[in-house]
C-alpha cells in the first residue's frame, strides 16, 4: 500500500518533508539528512554558540508542530518522507563540532546510527511518545547520543 504524499505547495508539508528530500524511494531518513548538511556547512557552523543552541531550540520546537500537522494532514503518525526531525538531529550532533569536513563526516555517521539502530531509550521514546513530540523526540534523543560520542572523539583525539 502506498504512502499518501505531501501537498508541497503547502509550506509545512515542504518543511516537514525537508525541501522535497524526505520523498527519496530508498532511505528518505538518509537523504533527509544529507539535506540538512549544506544548510549546517554554510549557515550554521559558522554562528556563535548562543545563537546556535537558540536555533535549535525553535527548529525543535516548531518541528514538533510541522512534524505533528503533517502526520494529521496525511493521516500517518510517523511518515518515512517527514524528514526534519532528521535535520534537527544532525544539527544536535554537530553542534560546537570542530570546523572541517571530516567532523561532518562522522557526524551524519553518528547520528544515522543512534537513528537507525535506536538503541534503548531512542527505541522507547520512539515507541512510546506520539503525535509531533514523538516523531522529533527519538531524533533529538538520537542527536544528542551521537553528540556525546562526537565530543568524547573530538577530545580524546
Known amino acids: 500500500?502506498?504512502?499518501p504524499q505531501p501537498n508541497l505547495k503547502d509550506p509545512i508539508h515542504w518543511l516537514a518533508f525537508g525541501l522535497g528530500s524526505g520523498l527519496a524511494k530508498k532511505a528518505p531518513g538518509t537523504f533527509g539528512t544529507l539535506a540538512?548538511?549544506?544548510i549546517y556547512w554554510f549557515l550554521l557552523q559558522h554562528l556563535s554558540p548562543?545563537?546556535?543552541?537558540?536555533?535549535?531550540?525553535?527548529?525543535?520546537v516548531v518541528g514538533v508542530w510541522i512534524c505533528h500537522k503533517t502526520a494529521r494532514d496525511l493521516n500517518v503518525h510517523d511518515h518515512p518522507g517527514i524528514v526534519w526531525d532528521e535535520w534537527v538531529g544532525v544539527w544536535i550532533t554537530l553542534f560546537l563540532a570542530?570546523?572541517?569536513?571530516?567532523w561532518v563526516v562522522l557526524g551524519f555517521v553518528l547520528f544515522r546510527f543512534f537513528d537507525i539502530l535506536k538503541p534503548w531509550p531512542i527505541s522507547?521514546?520512539?515507541?512510546?511518545v506520539h503525535d509531533g513530540i514523538g516523531i522529533m523526540l527519538d531524533d533529538i534523543a538520537a542527536g544528542l547520543a551521537a553528540w556525546v560520542v562526537l565530543q568524547a572523539i573530538i577530545r580524546v583525539g
Do not use: F
Open 50 to 60: 548562543l545563537v546556535y543552541g537558540l536555533v535549535l531550540v525553535v527548529t525543535g
Open 124 to 128: 522507547w521514546l520512539d515507541k512510546n
Open 1 to 3: 500500500m502506498a504512502l
Open 98 to 102: 570542530p570546523t572541517g569536513w571530516e
Open 36 to 38: 540538512a548538511l549544506p
